[in-house]
Antibody, heavy 122, light 107 residues
Framework: QVQLQESGPGLVKPSQTLSLTCTVSGDSINSAGSYWTWIRQHPGKGLEWIGYISYNGRIYSNPSLESRITISVDSSKNQISLKLTSVTAADTAIYYC??????????????WGQGTPVTVSS | DIQMTQSPSSLSASIGDRVTITCQASQDIRHYLNWYQQKPGKGPNLLIYDASNLQTGVPSRFSGSGSGTDFTFTISSLQPEDFATYYCQQNDDVPRTFGQGTKLEIK
């Protein structure tokens, strides 16, 4: 059973860089068809897709955040990382990692981590 | 980006009721539409993939239909554990996008 666990600093100051990690257990991040995805949810709001890194290293970032985002993997630790630069209060959210599993004619986000809350404040 | 318009944004219903949520895409997304359930303090949980396929382990009272731009999600007989927020999501193109969510509350 695949499980994902996000971790992060909780509180970040404006203009700083947010660094988050997602640790995957129960499967390799190099498993074919896996696209390791970051999603965030602003307080009391809906879901915003941030981007993904695929099992073979392909990266796609949401154009709305692309200039500030870096998504990477550490295969030795089976972890995915997200870095978001120049944060503002608008980046305050719960950040989730999830696996998008893609096959020939389908894909879905499952499972999801429990999320890690991030507050941007001085 | 593909815009997903979900309605209603909130819904009050009673145990045993049949409820329906709709999701409309701004362009043809074929059958690439998933439905998720989110409970407070938890990450979303996949219920339906490819518009109409029930994820393993999900009760059969949940169902989905549609293709192209118009999709429907139905709970045939509400159970106490179904009160949650539901989201549609398109996976036809990147960036992936979600509907605004439907909060299902007890009447």
């Amino acid at each position: 059973q695949v499980q994902l666990q996000e971790s992060g600093p909780g509180l970040v100051k404006p203009s700083q860089t947010l660094s988050l990690t997602c640790t995957v257990s129960g499967d390799s991040i190099n498993s074919a068809g896996s696209y390791w995805t970051w999603i965030r949810q602003h307080p009391g709001k809906g879901l915003e897709w941030i981007g993904y890194i695929s099992y073979n290293g392909r990266i796609y970032s949401n154009p709305s955040l692309e200039s500030r985002i870096t998504i990477s993997v550490d295969s030795s630790k089976n972890q995915i990382s997200l870095k978001l630069t120049s944060v503002t209060a608008a980046d305050t959210a719960i950040y989730y990692c999830a696996r998008e599993f893609s096959g020939y004619n389908y894909s879905w986000l499952d499972p999801w981590g429990q999320g890690t809350p991030v507050t941007v404040s001085s | 980006d593909i815009q997903m318009t979900q309605s209603p944004s909130s819904l009050s219903a009673s145990i045993g009721d049949r409820v329906t949520i709709t999701c409309q895409a701004s362009q043809d997304i074929r059958h690439y539409l998933n439905w998720y359930q989110q409970k407070p303090g938890k990450g979303p949980n996949l219920l339906i993939y490819d518009a109409s396929n029930l994820q393993t382990g999900v009760p059969s009272r949940f169902s989905g239909s549609g293709s192209g731009t118009d999709f429907t999600f139905t709970i045939s007989s509400l159970q106490p554990e179904d009160f949650a927020t539901y989201y549609c999501q398109q996976n036809d193109d990147v960036p992936r996008t979600f509907g605004q969510g439907t909060k299902l509350e007890i009447k």
